[in-house]
């Protein structure tokens, strides 16, 4: 598998401010020793790994297209809490400890609530969906996730008629995220979605992958996952969900306004600004395949954007 470039995803001047910033703080050297040391793509150490016993219902999502490797899924990651690389990531987030874990439902709420993710998987029964996660620096993936729909927990807490945005806030925890010790980004993680996608029933909170519950490194205990948005939208992590007035502000759109906006729909007609999005690679295939509108789901959610113009909401 070859490797794609931190800087695909990271602003340039973040990029390159960043790496100035670690060197002068000796500590370049040290992570470019850590990332090599790490396998580079597709094995997990020895036997007895999570995907010994990794099992899906199905083979293939409703295009035909075969699953992604398990364990492809489990290393090759975008977490920017551990680490701007993709590999070696799983090694970072080893000891990171996701049980007991809270998430805060509240903001514009008539029913705010704190649940632990076991009651959350208790109350709303995670359930197996296959879905194509498409990043926009154009790699993809096929995931059985183990998720629920964000609607069913949203319904629950009874929106007020304000709310028309859903924020969510991921884990702030420097001491144990290295890459939250990195002050160029903005922690936490911040994502958001307008109520109405929110509520859609593709939009789900993933507990797990392959039968089993997430791996650190895919986002455990808990996160979003928003099948024809750009994956940075499924925010991994979450401790807190909102329900707010006005257009939360992302994590990305902080960092990089003109590269990243609210909306993010997969769209192969509206290029990044320093790359296309026609195509795509998907991990594990030899040859790049068009991306699809909406990353294939189209029917199911171009009616959210009836009248917009996606070039404008990007
Ligand atoms: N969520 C958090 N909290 N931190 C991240 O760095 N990366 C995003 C998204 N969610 C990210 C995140 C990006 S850019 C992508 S493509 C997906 O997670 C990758 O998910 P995966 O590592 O499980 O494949």
Known sequence: MDKIHPSEITPERLYFSRRKFLAGLGLFAASTVITSACKLGGKEPG?????????????????????????????????????????????????????????????????????????????????????????????SMVIPWLGFPLGKLLKDVVPDA????????????????????????????????????AMHDLSILATGLYGKPLPVQDGAPIRLVVPWKYGFKSIKDIVRIDLVEDMPDSF?????????????????????PRWSQSSERRIGEASRRPTLPFNGYGEQVAALYAGMDLRKFF
């Open 47 to 139: 036997p007895g790994g999570f995907c010994d016993s990794a099992q899906a219902g199905a083979t293939t999502d409703e295009l035909g297209a075969g699953l992604t490797a398990c364990n492809d899924i489990i290393n090759y990651n975008n977490y920017y809490e551990f680490t701007l690389e993709k590999t070696g990531v799983a090694e970072l987030a080893r000891d990171f400890k996701t049980s007991p874990w809270t998430v805060e439902v509240g903001g514009l709420v008539k029913n705010p609530r704190s649940l632990t993710v076991d009651e959350l998987i208790r109350k709303y029964a995670p359930e197996e969906r296959i879905y194509r996660l498409r990043c926009v620096e154009a790699w």
């Open 162 to 197: 304000k709310a028309k945005y859903v924020r969510f806030t991921g884990v702030h925890d420097p001491k144990n995220m290295p890459g939250q010790q990195d002050r160029y980004f903005p922690w936490p993680y911040i994502e958001g979605l307008r109520l109405d996608e």
């Open 252 to 272: 990305w759109m902080s960092a990089s306004p003109n590269e990243y906006g609210f909306y993010a729909n997969v769209n192969p007609e509206v290029p990044h």
